[in-house]
C-alpha cells in the first residue's frame, strides 16, 4: 500500500521542492492536481509530461494518480445543457486520462462538484443522464491509456449530484466498462454515509467496484487531526486486501501545508507499524 500526497497541499512550492519535501518526510509519492501543473493543463504536451514525470521520480517518487481534474480551464461542466461545452468539457477529461498515463500514474479521481452540478430549471435525473453519457466516453479513454477513471462521492455540501458509493455504484454499473470505477474519500463518507469507513471497506472492495481511498478527517483537515479513527479503516484494507494507493487530502492545512503534510504521514505511518501493514 503506498502513501502519496495530494500536490495542491504543497501548491506555493516549485515541483521539485514539492518532491524533495515529500520523498524527506517518507511519502511513496504525489496524487497530482492537474492545475497545478498549468492554468491550461490540457495542454501539457506528451514531451513536458515525460519532463515533469522525471522530476518526481528522480527524487525516488512516483505519481500515484490525479484528482480536481476539471479546476482548470475555467467553466468546464458535464452536466450543462449547453452541448458544445459539455463537449469540450470531455476533451479536457479524455486528455486527462492520457496525461495520467505519461505521468506514470494509475488513477483519476473525479471529483470537480462545481463542474457536475444540476443547472437550474433541471433534474437530478437530467444530470445523471449528462453524467453517465460523459463518463462512459470517458471510460473508453481510460481504457486506451490504461488508467482508472474514478467517480468520487461528495458530501451535499459541495454537490448534489452523486453523495455516496452506493450512487456512484449504481452510475459505474450502467456504464458497465472496467476503466470506469468509484472509490471511497474518508472525509466526505464521513459526512453522508450511515456506514462507518471500515464498515464501508467491507462492503464495497469485494464488489471490486472500488480502485481508490483517499484519507481526511470529516472536519476536512488531514487524519489524524479530527475524530476519525484511521486505525481500523487501515485494518479494514488490510483485511480486504487492499493493494492501491492511499491518498493523504486535507482541505484545510493545518498548521500549515508542509505542517499538514509532515503531521498526516507520521500519523499513518505510525499506525500502519502498530498494525504491521
Known amino acids: 500500500m503506498r502513501i502519496s500526497l495530494c500536490n495542491e497541499v504543497l501548491a506555493a512550492m516549485p515541483l521539485a521542492q514539492q518532491c524533495e519535501y515529500v520523498a524527506r518526510l517518507g511519502y511513496d509519492g504525489l496524487e497530482i492536481a492537474p492545475y ?20 518526481v ?19 468546464l ?12 468539457t470531455l476533451e479536457v477529461m479524455k486528455r486527462m486520462t492520457g496525461l495520467c498515463a505519461e505521468l506514470g500514474g494509475a488513477v483519476l479521481v473525479h471529483g470537480s462538484p462545481k463542474q457536475r452540478q444540476i ?8 444530470a445523471l443522464a449528462r453524467l453517465q453519457e460523459g463518463l462512459a466516453q470517458v471510460a473508453d479513454a481510460a481504457g486506451r491509456n490504461g488508467v482508472v477513471y474514478c467517480l468520487e462521492p461528495l458530501s451535499k455540501k459541495e454537490t448534489s ?7 456512484a455504484a449504481a452510475l459505474v454499473r450502467a456504464v458497465d466498462h472496467r476503466h470506469l470505477r468509484t472509490m471511497i474519500d474518508c472525509s466526505a463518507a464521513g459526512q453522508e454515509e450511515a456506514e462507518s469507513v471500515p464498515d464501508l471497506i467491507d462492503r464495497w472492495l469485494p464488489t471490486g467496484l472500488i480502485a481508490h481511498i483517499q484519507f481526511n478527517d470529516p472536519n476536512r ?12 479503516i487501515l485494518a479494514a484494507l488490510r483485511r480486504q486486501g487492499y ?16 505542517g499538514a503534510a509532515a503531521f498526516g504521514i507520521g500519523y499513518v505511518r505510525g499506525l500502519r507499524e502498530a498494525l504491521g501493514c
Do not use: C
Not at 461542466?77 to 469540450?88: E, G, I, K
Not at 483537515?221 to 481500523?232: L, V
Open 36 to 55: 497545478t501543473l498549468s492554468d491550461t493543463p490540457e495542454k501539457i504536451t506528451s514531451g513536458e509530461a515525460a519532463g515533469i514525470r522525471a522530476t
Open 57 to 75: 521520480e528522480s527524487f525516488g517518487l512516483a505519481v500515484t494518480g490525479l484528482h480536481w481534474l476539471l479546476v482548470k480551464p475555467a467553466g
Open 77 to 88: 461542466s458535464l452536466t450543462d445543457p449547453d452541448a458544445a461545452l459539455r463537449a469540450r
Open 119 to 126: 443547472a437550474g430549471g433541471e433534474t437530478l435525473a437530467t
Open 161 to 167: 449530484v452523486i453523495n455516496t458509493i452506493a450512487e
Open 221 to 232: 483537515r488531514g487524519p489524524g487531526q479530527g475524530q476519525m479513527k484511521f486505525s481500523p
Open 243 to 258: 493493494d492501491g494507493a492511499v491518498a493523504l487530502e486535507p482541505f484545510e492545512y493545518i498548521p500549515d501545508g508542509p
